[in-house]
């Protein structure tokens, strides 16, 4: 599916209600489906990735052949979950999937006792596993490669026999997720500590005495209506309700970095007003993403848009997410006349021309949802812009294009 947007003859407004964060979402799922707790999950993700998890973990016992998709953090977390639980299964997924590491979160549940097999290429899915109980015990790990080894290592670690100590070697990349996971542990009842890079799981069970557990709605989805405004006139606002001051996501960061394009934000009770209340700062910005990688190629697109200049650093994990997302932003941008510069980690832009605005871009998704999303304000600038494949948003927001349609972006497929 192709779909045509059009820059907007008046500015956009309204309200939305944004999907519930997908991070929150499949770590209550883990834990739910662990502990057996009955208890309802209010404002679940509607995303490809939070519904594959949802499937996997009601039909284990009914399949032994689990296929996810295009969804990473599926298939970490349910390497660690299927390691416990006993039966025989086979864990795989896309194509792009099996070319995504995940050998760390491997060794280190092997030398935990776990039973893992590669099915095709050493360090990488489809994975055979025969699930067991599990001792537990001291290991170490390495923080470079993906936060989500280390949180799919804790969600099941109250469940080891004798517990978990988790020695993180090296810098922790998306550090407040590994955060998000421990806060989330112990709402449910965990007993976690972390000093340093040391990080242990005493073998309690979860526990949990409400009906009900709301999941925040998502922040990485709220960057995509920063831009929008970022890139709108001044005096434009939207709403965008579930989100809180005090959250456990680290993309909630894009309300402090948007006030360096005149964005900013006001607190209610259960909802964010954003206002264009000035012009961008025009001067260079250096920003470190390594806490929040999700939301740089959005933060990108809105720089590119404004014609500010940037050096952006800590995008290491950017290369091994659905795309090589840096890559990808090279080539797509380079379609507005504009030049980025990057290596593995970085990305530098200097202003030298103005974007192409009077022209029919049509920008590729590379099977990855936040490339569809991050680009679509730009359609505020240019006359007419084409996402290719956009059903890809389904992975995480499958609502996106009908809400951009609701504040008054206009679109038809073609």
């Known amino acids: 599916m192709q779909l045509q947007l059009y820059k907007p003859s008046v500015p956009v407004s309204g309200k939305i209600e944004l999907p519930g964060s997908k991070s929150i979402s499949n770590r209550v799922l883990i834990i739910k489906a662990l502990s057996g707790i009955n208890f309802s999950i209010l404002n679940l993700s509607d995303s490809d990735d939070t519904n594959h998890l949802k499937d996997a973990l009601e039909n284990y016992n009914h399949s032994s052949i689990i296929d996810v998709g295009h969804a990473g953090t599926d298939m970490r977390f349910l390497t660690a979950f299927l390691s416990l639980k006993n039966g025989d299964y086979q864990l795989t997924g896309s194509e792009r999937l099996q070319q995504r590491p995940i050998k760390d979160l491997v060794d280190v549940l092997r030398i935990l006792g776990a039973d893992i097999t590669y099915k095709k290429n050493d360090g990488f899915p489809p994975l055979q596993i025969k699930g067991k109980q599990l001792q537990g015990g001291s290991v170490e790990i390495s923080g470079k490669v993906s936060s989500q080894f280390i949180s799919a290592l804790l969600l099941v670690a109250p469940y080891f026999t004798d517990g978990l100590e988790i020695t993180i070697i090296s810098e922790l990349v998306s550090k407040p997720y590994v955060s998000m996971t ?77 006030e360096n394009f005149g964005v900013t934000t006001t607190f209610l009770d259960n909802e964010i007003i954003i206002l264009k209340s000035g012009d961008a700062n025009k001067s260079k910005l250096k920003l470190d993403f390594i806490q929040c990688p999700d939301i740089t190629q959005t933060v990108v697109c809105t720089c590119v848009g404004l014609q500010i200049p940037f050096q952006f650093i800590g995008l290491q994990t950017l290369k091994v997410k659905e795309t090589d997302r840096i890559l990808a932003l090279r080539n797509e941008i380079k379609k507005l006349g504009i030049e980025i510069i990057v290596s593995d980690k970085t990305i530098d832009f200097e202003v030298t021309s103005p974007i192409v605005s009077d022209k029919i871009i049509s920008i590729g998704t590379y099977n990855d949802h936040r490339m569809a999303m991050s680009f679509a304000p730009l359609s505020l600038l240019i006359e007419t812009i084409i996402i290719e494949d956009a059903k890809v948003v389904s992975k995480s927001y499958p609502l996106f294009w009908e809400h951009l349609k609701q504040i008054g972006i206009n679109q038809i497929l073609v």
């Not at 009906?211 to 970022?230: F, K």
């Open 182 to 258: 421990i806060e989330i542990m112990r709402e449910f009842g965990a007993t976690v500590e972390w000093h340093e890079n040391k990080i242990k799981v005493s073998p309690v069970p979860y526990s949990y005495s409400k009906a009900n557990y709301i999941v925040e709605s998502d922040w990485s989805a709220a960057s995509y209506y920063y831009s929008i405004v970022a890139l709108s006139k001044v005096g434009t606002q939207l709403t965008i309700q579930n989100l809180f001051k005090k959250s456990l996501q680290a993309d909630s960061a894009c309300a402090d970095i948007y």
